[in-house]
């Protein structure tokens, strides 16, 4: 029996191991900024570069494309997102700096942009709650301007990676938003502003995924590298049910009735 209990620390060490050694492993969380230029006519690809990081959901990373890893007519200087993400929400919010150096081929000519901003392993909120995404975005500029401007927003079921062939947007998204403007001024907004998707029920894990994509540029005659930059939000969250809304709004309203009850019921004593 004395054996058997100095035997204990060592089994129990022993069994601590194996459970440890035996639970399967986390998904590693991940994000992935990738930039793509286009022809004109948006369907052929021109260039492309991707940047990962190892990093999970509520964390900041920056992608730059620029110098040797920039694209031939394009310069990110900067695809920063924020992520932030708790009990029954998550979100981003994304801002990016781009330069445009094709002085030759502007408007409807122009090449065009596309940015995608990924996030995997998200689970707030909580499946399966009804959840709704919301988004917006304001582009402005010192002296690039894009005639068309285009952001969605959406979730998709699991942790995904970018598609293999660059320029392919993603598809399966649940919840997907759409917003359009243009840049060229400072004020200007994407519409809808916000931008609010269907409702459905969340999955987790899940992904969050962002598209960018600038078209129809002009940097003014004969100038080269006029910059712009976009600044942009998108929330995946669980709204509060009407019916408890209201219930809230009443609260204050039955404090002030208990409270002239309480009264009359002193005064009467």
């Known amino acids: 029996m004395s054996r058997i209990h100095k035997l204990l620390p060592l089994m129990t060490v022993l069994l601590i191991g194996s459970v440890i050694l035996g639970a399967p492993s986390q998904a590693r969380a991940a994000f992935q900024i990738r930039v793509t230029e286009f022809a004109s006519d948006g369907t052929t690809v021109l260039d492309s570069k991707t940047q990962s990081f190892s990093d999970p959901p509520g964390s900041t990373v920056t992608g730059m494309f620029t110098g040797g890893n920039a ?71 010192s002296g690039l301007q894009a005639a ?63 598209t ?5 540029l002009t940097a003014g005659t004969g100038a080269l ?9 998108t929330e995946v969250t669980t709204p509060v049910p009407a019916g408890i809304a209201l219930a809230f709004a009443g609260l204050p309203v039955l404090g002030i009735y208990g409270w002239v009850r309480r009264r009359k019921a002193v005064h009467t004593v």
Do not use: C, K, W
């Not at 759409?178 to 969340?202: E, K, Q, Y």
């Not at 590298?225 to 939000?233: D, M, N, P, T």
């Open 212 to 216: 960018y994509l600038f078209a129809d």
């Open 225 to 233: 590298g006029r910059s712009g930059s976009l600044s942009a939000g």
């Open 148 to 210: 068309s401007v285009t952001m969605t927003s959406g979730v998709i079921s699991g942790n995904v990676t970018l598609d293999a062939t660059p320029g392919t947007v993603l598809g399966g998204q649940l919840g997907m938003t759409t917003g359009t403007g243009t840049m060229g001024t400072a004020s200007s907004v994407l519409l809808p502003n916000p931008a609010v998707g269907a409702t459905f029920s969340i999955p987790n894990p899940f992904t969050f995924y962002q």
């Open 71 to 141: 694209l031939t007519d394009f310069t990110v200087s900067v695809v920063t997102n924020i992520s932030d993400t708790g009990f029954d929400f998550s979100a981003h919010t994304t801002t990016i700096a781009l330069t445009y150096n094709n002085a030759s081929l502007q408007g409807p000519n122009s090449r065009q942009l596309l940015v995608e901003v990924l996030g995997d392993s998200y689970v707030n909120p909580t499946a399966p709650a009804l959840s709704t995404i919301s988004s917006n975005a304001s582009p402005s500029t």
